[in-house]
């Protein structure tokens, strides 16, 4: 599997435009900020100048503000705007920049906290996993001097009041939604103390989200005031980029076709990529994303080549369809025709105008006859050619009669 940086942009679908960014960004392994797109399903563009990233040291540094010194924590760091009241520190930062910057130091998403499906045996809590992470902040002082510190120095545990023990922090990497959006980004989650699957960087244990069993609180006597500048650095530990626990994510699309992290890959090709994948990351897991319209078919395949190739943690997920469902029949067809005439004839009664949605209708209907005329295209060139191996085999069986027969005394 290719993971030099130009083929983890091109693997990463939603990250390829924002990872590519960010590499280029740290030209000749310094630590340089980064300017880059905001991901797809933004129509603005955006830059995210608080984000450095440091290849040859393998760490990012982010820009944050302390958010809050009182209450007990869900988060160490939240998006600006979103949770600065249960989390200790903020940035402008979007959590997709902080995920697109640990793909380029190398490292794979893990896995979210999430309960055992084991059949047969009673669920248990299995905790995040994933590469593993140091966390630090540097800020400067009242008295003008540089200070840095592990950021546990700025916690303490809820119940006993104490300095946690030997805090350690995970990569597992939030999930991409139906809409193509990054769920971390919709919720502010950068890095969690209370287990979120939205989170881009989790604690390897449970810790529950309810207020009655918040583990985190500020250390007040060792942090600065609410409002001052920090930068938080987080480092890959050495292994990261061969952490047993990461994920792979298979999507298949309507006609059946599949990608792996968002790089077309063809069925024949499926369980080499699976074996090398395993091979680097050996309790290795898939998502599958499934589109509702593709086959069943379609799921058992790519479920008996991973099977094959050794990978058994798979989950599923049927996408949520976004699209209008096209009509199947004549009656279907003429109903919707009717809806479409009362809706346009009334257009004037309504806040919107229903032909927006016809427009976007028929750009939907166009993409879905391409994708058809295609296939349809692929299906004819590849009978033609079984017509044409068939022939030829049916000349050769004439030939070899014909000759048979001349030979006979």
Same mark, same amino acid.
């Given at each position: 599997? /290719?993971?030099?940086?130009?083929?983890?942009?091109?693997?990463?679908?939603?990250?390829?435009?924002?990872?590519?960014?960010?590499?280029?960004?740290?030209?000749?392994?310094?630590?340089?900020?980064?300017?880059?797109?905001?991901?797809?399903?933004?129509?603005?563009?955006?830059?995210?100048?608080?984000?450095?990233?440091?290849?040859?040291?393998?760490?990012?540094?982010?820009?944050?503000?302390?958010?809050?010194?009182?209450?007990?924590?869900?988060?160490?760091?939240?998006?600006?705007?979103?949770?600065?009241?249960? $989390?200790?520190?903020?940035?402008?930062?979007? &959590? $997709?920049?902080?995920?697109?910057?640990?793909?380029?130091?190398?490292?794979?998403?893990?896995?979210?906290?999430? !309960?055992?499906?084991?059949?047969?045996?009673?669920?248990?809590?299995?905790? &995040?996993?994933?590469?593993?992470?140091?966390? #630090?902040?540097?800020?400067?002082?009242?008295?003008?001097?540089?200070?840095?510190?592990?950021? $546990?120095?700025?916690?303490?545990?809820?119940?006993? +009041?104490?300095? @946690?023990?030997?805090?350690?922090?995970?990569?597992?990497? #939030?999930?991409?939604?139906?809409?193509? $959006?990054? !769920?971390g980004d919709g919720e502010g989650h950068h890095v969690s103390l209370a287990n979120f699957a939205s989170?881009?960087?989790?604690?390897?244990?449970?810790?529950?989200?309810?207020?009655?069993?918040?583990?985190?609180?500020?250390?007040?006597?060792?942090? @600065?005031?609410?409002?001052? @500048?920090?930068?938080?650095?987080?480092?890959?530990?050495?292994?990261?980029?061969?952490?047993?626990?990461?994920?792979?994510?298979?999507?298949? /699309?309507?006609?059946? +076709?599949?990608?792996?992290?968002?790089?077309?890959?063809?069925?024949?090709?499926?369980?080499?990529?699976?074996?090398?994948?395993?091979?680097?990351?050996?309790?290795?897991?898939?998502?599958?994303?499934?589109?509702?319209?593709?086959?069943?078919?379609?799921?058992?395949?790519?479920?008996?080549?991973?099977?094959?190739?050794?990978?058994?943690?798979? %989950?599923?997920?049927?996408?949520?369809?976004?699209?209008?469902?096209?009509?199947?029949?004549?009656?279907?067809?003429?109903?919707?025709?009717? !809806? !479409?005439?009362?809706?346009?004839?009334?257009?004037?009664?309504?806040?919107?105008?229903?032909?927006?949605?016809?427009?976007?209708?028929?750009?939907?209907?166009?993409? +879905?006859?391409?994708?058809?005329?295609?296939? +349809?295209?692929?299906?004819?060139?590849?009978? %033609?050619?079984?017509?044409?191996?068939?022939?030829?085999?049916?000349?050769?069986?004439?030939?070899?009669?014909?000759?048979?027969?001349?030979?006979?005394?």
């Amino acid at each position: 599997m /290719d993971m030099g940086y130009a083929g983890m942009s091109r693997r990463h679908g939603l990250f390829g435009v924002l990872l590519a960014a960010v590499v280029a960004a740290a030209a000749a392994d310094a630590p340089t900020a980064a300017t880059a797109p905001t991901p797809a399903g933004d129509d603005q563009a955006a830059t995210a100048p608080a984000l450095r990233l440091d290849r040859k040291n393998r760490r990012v540094t982010l820009d944050a503000v302390v958010a809050q010194r009182e209450d007990a924590l869900e988060f160490l760091l939240c998006t600006t705007g979103t949770k600065e009241y249960e $989390s200790l520190l903020a940035t402008p930062v979007k &959590p $997709s920049m902080l995920h697109a910057a640990l793909l380029a130091l190398d490292l794979r998403p893990g896995k979210s906290g999430r !309960w055992s499906d084991r059949e047969g045996a009673e669920p248990v809590f299995l905790p &995040p996993a994933g590469a593993k992470l140091a966390l #630090s902040v540097r800020w400067t002082d009242a008295k003008g001097a540089r200070r840095e510190a592990p950021v $546990s120095d700025w916690l303490i545990e809820g119940a006993s +009041r104490a300095a @946690p023990k030997a805090l350690s922090w995970v990569f597992v990497g #939030s999930a991409i939604l139906d809409d193509g $959006s990054y !769920w971390g980004d919709g919720e502010g989650h950068h890095v969690s103390l209370a287990n979120f699957a939205s989170s881009v960087i989790d604690v390897p244990f449970a810790s529950s989200s309810k207020t009655a069993m918040l583990e985190f609180c500020p250390n007040r006597d060792a942090m @600065p005031p609410k409002g001052t @500048p920090v930068e938080l650095v987080i480092t890959a530990l050495p292994g990261g980029e061969k952490a047993p626990d990461a994920r792979v994510t298979f999507t298949i /699309d309507p006609l059946g +076709r599949i990608e792996m992290d968002a790089a077309p890959i063809l069925p024949e090709q499926i369980g080499a990529a699976a074996r090398e994948f395993l091979a680097r990351h050996s309790r290795g897991a898939a998502e599958v994303i499934i589109d509702p319209r593709a086959l069943a078919f379609d799921r058992e395949r790519l479920t008996g080549i991973l099977n094959d190739a050794g990978m058994t943690e798979v %989950s599923f997920r049927t996408r949520r369809l976004t699209d209008e469902v096209l009509p199947r029949t004549a009656d279907e067809a003429a109903r919707a025709v009717g !809806w !479409w005439r009362t809706q346009l004839e009334q257009a004037g009664e309504q806040l919107i105008d229903p032909a927006d949605d016809a427009r976007a209708l028929l750009k939907h209907i166009d993409n +879905r006859r391409k994708e058809i005329e295609a296939l +349809r295209a692929l299906w004819g060139d590849y009978a %033609s050619q079984l017509k044409t191996l068939l022939a030829q085999r049916e000349q050769r069986e004439e030939r070899d009669r014909t000759g048979s027969g001349t030979d006979r005394p």
